[in-house]
């Protein structure tokens, strides 16, 4: 038996600015873009790992009034999961990131654990670190 992530789900204000970030900060295409009322998820992915994808959501889509209330006030406080990526050539992702728009949390340091690394937020403040591969 084998098993492998397919989808990870990110909540964000606005998916069109969104998508612009992960597009032209991190050079991620859009995979699959599917409306439903008033919402819409769309799936962000790379072609290094073409079955895994990012399903970019606000916080209300496919969620009852309260959890997305709930969520709403999660993604407020730039407490939800954070992305983690790795890339080749970290120097380049970071300022293409930064020129981008990207708040900065931490540019590109050698971490004591290991791995050098840089931090900043997205448009929604979710947390996005990217390590160097």
Not at 18 to 38: H, M, P, T, W
Not at 97 to 117: F, I, K, M, N, Y
Request: proline share 6%.
């Amino acid at each position: 038996m084998t098993i492998s992530l397919q989808f990870t789900h990110l909540t964000v204000h606005n998916p069109d600015a969104a998508i612009a970030f992960y597009r032209d900060a991190l050079g991620l295409k859009v995979q699959n873009d599917v409306s439903n009322g008033d919402f819409r998820w769309v799936t962000m992915g790379t072609s290094t790992q073409p079955g895994l994808g990012i399903v970019l959501s606000e916080p209300h889509a496919g969620r009852s009034q309260e959890d997305g209330d709930a969520m709403a006030r999660l993604l407020a406080k730039g407490v939800l999961p954070m992305l983690n990526f790795s890339a080749s050539d970290l120097n380049a992702t970071f300022e293409k990131a930064a020129a981008a728009g990207a708040e900065v949390l931490q540019e590109p340091v050698e971490q004591p654990w290991g791995p050098r690394d840089c931090a900043f937020r997205d448009p929604s403040g979710n947390t996005v670190r990217v390590a160097q591969a």
